[in-house]
Nanobody
Framework: QVHLVESGGGLVQAGGSLRLSCAASGFTFGRYNMGWFRQAPGKERGFVAAISGSGTRTYTADSVKGRFTISRDNAKNTVYLQMDTLKPEDTAVYYC??????????????????WGQGTQVTVSS
């Protein structure tokens, strides 16, 4: 059974940093691309970052480029999202997701089949 568990969210002041983790189980983690998405109140879930199964290819949304970094440790079955220089507009519930369609890294939430429960990130001004 696929299981994704996010952690690391919390309350931080603008300009601060957080590191989110997503522990995966129930599938061959290193085979599949992983993504981070976020959803703010009243908004749709949107793409933040994605990484290939090997970790050699990464993609980030323009809104977080240069501030957020996605990485993974396949030995630990964990994907990370390092978030620096946080802004109040980064406030959202952050979700990790696994894409079981092998191939190109995708950036649409509709293309990811498996999701964690989410972790709240709140950035105060």
């Amino acid at each position: 059974q696929v299981h994704l568990v996010e952690s690391g969210g919390g309350l931080v002041q603008a300009g601060g940093s957080l590191r989110l983790s997503c522990a995966a189980s129930g599938f061959t983690f290193g085979r599949y691309n992983m993504g981070w998405f976020r959803q703010a109140p009243g908004k749709e879930r949107g793409f933040v970052a994605a990484i290939s199964g090997s970790g050699t290819r990464t993609y980030t949304a323009d809104s977080v480029k240069g501030r957020f970094t996605i990485s993974r440790d396949n030995a630990k079955n964990t994907v990370y999202l390092q978030m620096d220089t946080l802004k109040p507009e980064d406030t959202a519930v952050y979700y990790c997701a696994a894409d079981f369609q092998l191939g190109a890294v995708r950036m649409s939430s509709a293309q990811y089949e498996n999701w964690g429960q989410g972790t709240q990130v709140t950035v105060s001004s």
